[in-house]
């Protein structure tokens, strides 16, 4: 059982930086690969990007390429996101998720654990 608990959200202005951490419980999260997914309003949750349980592989959604960075410590248990550049469509609800494997995947449903969510607000 893992549980996940992000942090890090808030308002910030168009062009600002934030960095999320996604907290997680448990002795085997390096075990972990973790996807970064956001929700907007009225609008699907979307793959944003994602790493490796050893975190020597990360890929990002086209949309954040070159303005989002996944890192992770595994001896701290935590993932972060490195937001830079934002903008006011990636205002959303961001969540880390976890699955049982060695690289991360797209679809949400492949994801065995979630966090609540920390809601990004990027004002114009």
């Known amino acids: 059982q893992v549980q996940l608990v992000e942090s890090g959200g808030g308002l910030v202005q168009s062009g600002g930086s934030l960095r999320l951490s996604c907290a997680a419980s448990g002795r085997t999260f390096s075990s972990y690969a973790v996807g970064w997914f956001r929700q907007a309003p009225g609008k699907e949750r979307e793959f944003v990007g994602g790493?490796?349980?050893?975190?020597?592989?990360?890929f990002y959604a086209d949309s954040v390429k070159g303005r989002f960075t996944i890192s992770r410590d595994n001896a701290k248990n935590t993932v972060y996101l490195q937001m830079d550049s934002l903008k006011p469509e990636d205002t959303a609800v961001y969540y880390c998720?976890?699955?049982?494997?060695?690289?991360?995947?797209?679809?949400?449903?492949?994801?065995?654990?979630w966090g609540q969510g920390t809601q990004v607000t990027v004002s114009s």
């Open positions: 790493i490796s349980r050893s975190g020597d592989t990360t």
């Open positions: 998720a976890a699955r049982r494997a060695v690289l991360p995947l797209i679809g949400p449903n492949e994801y065995d654990y």
